[in-house]
Every structure is written in C-alpha cells, then in structure tokens.
T-cell receptor, first 105, second 117 residues
C-alpha cells in the first residue's frame, strides 16, 4: 500500500516564525500528493496539490523524490494557520496521521 | 462547500445498538468514502464506494457495513455499536481516482460525532 508518514503529531511555533510540516512517503512510481487542512469547526479542505506547484495562503510544498518527502512550508506563520494538517497520496485514500499546528502570538 | 451533508451531526447511543449514518451528495460524484477521525490516528478509511452497489473495504472496516443504492446516498451502519467506535465520522466524495484522473481531490462533509456509551 502507498503510505505517507507525518512524524510530528503536534507542532508549535510563534507568529512570524517559519514553519515546516513534514510528510514522507514510502512508495515508488510517480507519487502525487496533497495537503489537506482542517481549521477549527470547519470541514477538511484541500490546501494544495503538488502538481499545481502553486502557493496557497503562503504555503508551498515541494516533492523531493530523493528524500521521498513532501514537506509543507511557510516562511512566516500566522495565528490563523493554527489547524490540523494532513498529507495524503493521490490515489490510495490513506491519509497521514496528521499534524496539529499551533501558532502562538 | 461542495454539496455534501451528513446526518445526524451528533449522536449518543448505547453499546450493542445499531446505528446508521447517512451521507448525501448533490454533486453526482462517482466515489464516496467513509472515514473516522481519532486523536493520534488521523483519518482512517472505513469503506468506500466506486458506484451504485459497488463498495469495498478500507483499512478499518471491521464492525462496519455500507450500502449505496443511489448515487447520492452512502450509508454507514454499525450493526452493534461498541465504545471503540466512538469517533468523528467524515464522509467524502471525489469525481475519480487513480487511473482515471490525477485530480481526485476529495470534498468532505461536516462530520458526525458519535458517542457510544
């Protein structure tokens, strides 16, 4: 099965600090990966997909085939970024365990 | 929000009772999914459907059954609820999956919080 691993269950940073949420995948081929986000009291929603290479809400993620990673990054975290973040492969429906990001004022 | 609703939104039940959760979509998407969300485990797939009357098991399917008699409805049934099934249940839909399209973004419902006492 295609697997993704999010090694950090909790991540806390201060406002304005850089943030990186880690995601590693363990399958070969041409992985296609997504990041989903769940803000408090809201539905899960797609944040970004690697194939589009666009930046959403200041977040970017680069697929690194050498390191088999798809880490989510933002140079300056904001309090409204506090949420649950899930990495997911495109075609296996198995989400990572998620990372809860807290951005402190 | 995509046209996905879940009912009920909250339910408290007792161990051993049957429970049915409903997911309804108005997007005419082919694929529908049921997940449970638990702290430390993230989202785990219970069952999914790739068409009317076509369903398959996910990674945590024991104790759950599903049915899809219409494109728009996907039912999740706990035949005899147990306390370990206390969770938040999410329904999701997508237009396609691997082999058909690279863009199988999933759209999620609002969730159902189920408590089994």
């Amino acid at each position: 099965a295609q697997r993704v691993t999010q090694p950090e269950k909790l991540l806390s940073v201060f406002k304005g600090a850089p943030v990186e949420l880690k995601c590693n995948y363990s399958y070969s081929g041409s992985p296609e990966l997504f990041w989903y986000v769940q803000y408090s009291r809201q539905r899960l929603q797609l944040l970004l997909r690697h194939i589009s290479r666009e930046s959403i809400k200041g977040f970017t993620a680069d697929l690194n085939k050498g390191e088999t990673s798809f880490h989510l990054k933002k140079p300056f975290a904001q309090e409204e970024d506090s949420a649950m973040y899930y990495c997911a492969p495109n075609n296996d429906m198995r989400f990572g365990a998620g990372t809860r990001l807290t951005v402190k004022p | 929000d995509a046209g996905i609703t879940q009912s009920p939104r909250h339910k408290v039940t007792e161990t051993g009772t049957p429970v049915t959760l409903r997911c309804h979509q108005t997007e005419n998407h082919r694929y529908m999914y049921w997940y449970r969300q638990d702290p430390g485990h993230g989202l785990r797939l219970i069952h999914y459907s790739y068409g009317v009357k076509d369903t398959d098991k996910g990674e945590v399917s024991d104790g759950y059954s599903v049915s899809r008699s219409k494109t728009e409805d996907f039912l999740l049934t706990l035949e005899s609820a147990t306390s370990s099934q206390t969770s938040v249940y999410f329904c999701a839909i997508s237009e396609s999956t691997s082999g058909l399209s690279s863009y199988n973004e999933q759209f999620f419902g609002p969730g159902t919080r189920l408590t089994v006492l």
